[in-house]
């Protein structure tokens, strides 16, 4: 674990993300639905990567479709099962999910603006 993540991070087991996969678009309409990602403007296969402080790939979900949210993803992929007491999951402000993580297990993500201007010092460093 690198020197920086031992002082700030010292319980992060893994670092989350979801990747979305430019997938041909389906014949079926109803697939064609759920696969269509807003966020990419085209149909999309999407999974889940974990990796280490280390940097390595530790984790690698199924495909679901691409409208799934990161949320569902992550509560059905199973890398939850993984977690144990004391682990500290790091993952992007997208991923809404700390009332998901089992008991003991804490959520690291950057803070919100939410109606505030702008960060306070302390939320910037941390960023």
């Not at 979305?20 to 999974?47: D, M, W």
């Not at 997208?94 to 009332?99: H, L, R």
Request: proline fraction near 6%; hydrophobic fraction near 30%.
């Amino acid at each position: 674990m690198p020197s920086s993540f031992k002082e700030m991070y010292p319980t992060t087991w893994v670092i989350i993300d979801c990747s979305e996969l430019f997938i041909e678009t389906p014949s079926s309409f109803r697939t064609q639905s759920v696969t269509y990602s807003n966020y990419k403007h085209h149909n999309t296969a999407k999974g889940l990567v974990g990796i280490s402080p280390s940097a390595a790939v530790t984790f690698v979900s199924d495909l679901y479709a691409g409208r799934s949210s990161d949320k569902q993803i992550t509560n059905d992929c199973g890398i939850l099962k993984l977690l144990e007491d004391g682990d500290s999951v790091m993952a992007d402000k997208g991923f809404d999910i700390e009332s998901d993580l089992p008991n003991g297990i804490s959520l690291n993500i950057p803070p919100f603006l939410h109606n505030k201007e702008h960060l306070s010092l302390e939320e910037e460093t941390e960023t």
